[in-house]
């Protein structure tokens, strides 16, 4: 669950359970998995990201997770995954609508293709969510990594088609990340930078710049930082091109941002 530790509230929209809820087989065959769960698209997102998640660089500032309203989770989802021993993984997605007399009102599907192994990481996915008149949003998502040793490269090409970034819908643009991250003692430097190109007549680009820095306490507990600025071609009383600087839980109310703290992993 989705606790919020300063107000003791629910995230993910107050549901209880608004992370994962699943159950599931897992064999030679691969895994087979229902409940809530996270989009293709979004675990590529947050495993090519140098920011991953949460901090202020993060790449959903400006790129989808693919799910309804731009979430990176579905509900009521059937999913199969396998991986092989040669690196080959297979990742595909339904999700049932559930809206009683039409069953392709907020439904979703989607899946990813990919090679993971030693230093080299490439998976392409799509998804698709319908909005509860039927209407679909689709992405498209290539996220790539390369370990170097001494840095690791990140790269993601989105084409994006009617999927929403904190409820903004991009009816057609093309984004791009390219990010680098390098191990220094106990700890990493991170940065990147993404490119929306918004290919509609209303050309509401935006690029964001974003670094930052881990330094790792133990195998558990991380002290963070990061910065993070958004220049918009779009005014701030915008509701469909004025993107924002936010963290896990919200989209934020401005073009930058600072942030700072500890985290533990449980």
């Known amino acids: 669950m989705g606790l919020l ?88 997605v339904y999700g049932f609508g559930e809206v009683a007399g039409d069953s392709s009102a907020k439904r979703q599907y989607g899946g990813a293709l990919g090679y993971v192994a030693g230093p080299a990481y490439a998976k392409l996915g799509y998804h698709s969510v319908n909005d509860a008149a039927g209407k679909a949003g689709r992405l498209t998502f290539l996220g790539a990594t390369y370990d170097f040793g001494f840095a690791m490269a990140h790269f993601n090409y989105v084409v994006n088609k009617g999927s929403a970034v904190f409820g903004i819908l991009n009816q057609d643009s093309r984004d ?43 195998k558990r507990t991380t002290l963070y930082t990061s910065i993070a600025r958004i220049d918009n071609n779009a005014p701030a009383t915008s509701k469909t091109g004025f993107y924002r ?14 942030n700072f703290g500890i985290r533990h992993a449980f």
């Open 5 to 92: 530790a300063d107000t003791g509230g629910l995230a993910q929209g107050g549901l209880a359970f608004g992370r994962q809820a699943t159950v599931g087989i897992h064999g030679n065959f691969g895994s087979i998995t229902l409940g809530r769960q996270y989009t293709p698209v979004a675990l590529i997102q947050t495993e090519t990201d140098p920011f991953v998640t949460g901090l202020a660089g993060d790449s959903a500032n400006l790129i989808s997770a693919g799910g309804a309203g731009g979430n990176n989770r579905m509900d009521n989802t059937l999913r199969y995954t396998y991986k092989a021993s040669s690196g080959l993984t297979a990742d595909a």
């Open 176 to 218: 791009m990340l390219l990010g680098i991250s390098v191990p220094y003692g106990s700890g990493k430097f991170m940065a990147s930078y993404i490119r929306k190109d918004d290919r509609t007549a209303s050309n509401f680009d935006a690029n964001q710049w974003a670094v930052g820095y881990l330094h790792f306490l133990s």
């Open 245 to 258: 600087v936010g963290n896990a839980t919200e989209q934020g109310l401005g073009s930058r941002a600072f």
